[in-house]
């Protein structure tokens, strides 16, 4: 019996190493994100989206998101903190037949250096975004399209409540070169 013990408790503190596998973070998927605002060790944070690890994070969190959603008042917005332009809208669609058509067929786009804007605002239903990542000196870019699918705003105290859906998919390779559906 004591020799049991022992081999169960040696096996429950030994890593699992060979059975694990490692794990690659999806490159495309369907999220939501909103603006409400928590508090917790000290600080105020919201989720936001971080592409490369394809999951929600918080704005305290390291690495941060890549996107923030936020409100104005009148129209719901894209944010990043990666200090540069990071959004370029591709198209605005009559119906969500229509924009994920365009999303699917976005396979590379060609966009100049005085296209992107700093924040992607209106965002609507039916929109094709681009997100650029990364630093203006890391020379390390990477990219995301974004779909939006559908969004919500209320008002709030303090600020405005904003909600947005959106289909995405990354490329982390540093081209804007998206593999087809």
Same mark, same amino acid.
């Given at each position: 019996m004591k020799? &049991?013990? &022992? $081999?169960? #408790? &040696?096996?429950?503190?030994?890593?699992?190493?060979?059975?694990?596998?490692?794990?690659?973070?999806?490159?495309?998927? $369907?999220? $939501?994100?909103d603006n409400k605002t928590s508090f917790g060790s000290g600080t105020y944070y919201v989720y936001g989206f971080l592409f490369s690890e394809a999951r929600k994070v918080t704005t305290r969190d390291m690495p941060r998101p890549d996107v923030t959603v *936020?409100? *104005?008042?009148?129209?719901?917005?894209?944010?990043t903190e990666n200090e540069r332009d990071s959004f370029? #809208?591709?198209?605005?669609?009559?119906?969500?037949?229509?924009?994920?058509a365009a999303f699917n067929n976005l396979t590379a786009p060609t966009i100049a250096e005085n296209e992107w804007q700093g924040l992607a605002s209106p965002l609507e239903e039916n929109q094709v975004w681009i997100y650029?990542?990364?630093?203006?000196?890391?020379?390390?870019?990477?990219?995301?399209?974004?779909? &939006?699918?559908? $969004?919500?705003?209320?008002?709030? *105290?303090?600020?405005?409540?904003?909600?947005?859906?959106f289909?995405?998919?990354?490329?982390?390779?540093?081209? #804007?070169?998206?593999?087809?559906?």
């Open positions: 020799k &049991i013990l &022992i $081999t169960v #408790l &040696i096996a429950a503190f030994l890593p699992a190493g060979s059975c694990k596998k490692d794990e690659t973070p999806a490159t495309r998927g $369907t999220v $939501t994100i *936020d409100s *104005d008042g009148t129209n719901l917005l894209f944010m370029r #809208l591709f198209g605005k669609y009559d119906d969500a037949s229509s924009a994920s650029r990542a990364g630093s203006r000196t890391s020379g390390n870019d990477h990219y995301a399209k974004i779909r &939006i699918i559908s $969004t919500r705003t209320e008002p709030g *105290d303090p600020k405005p409540f904003a909600e947005c859906t289909e995405w998919q990354y490329q982390s390779d540093g081209t #804007l070169t998206f593999p087809e559906k």
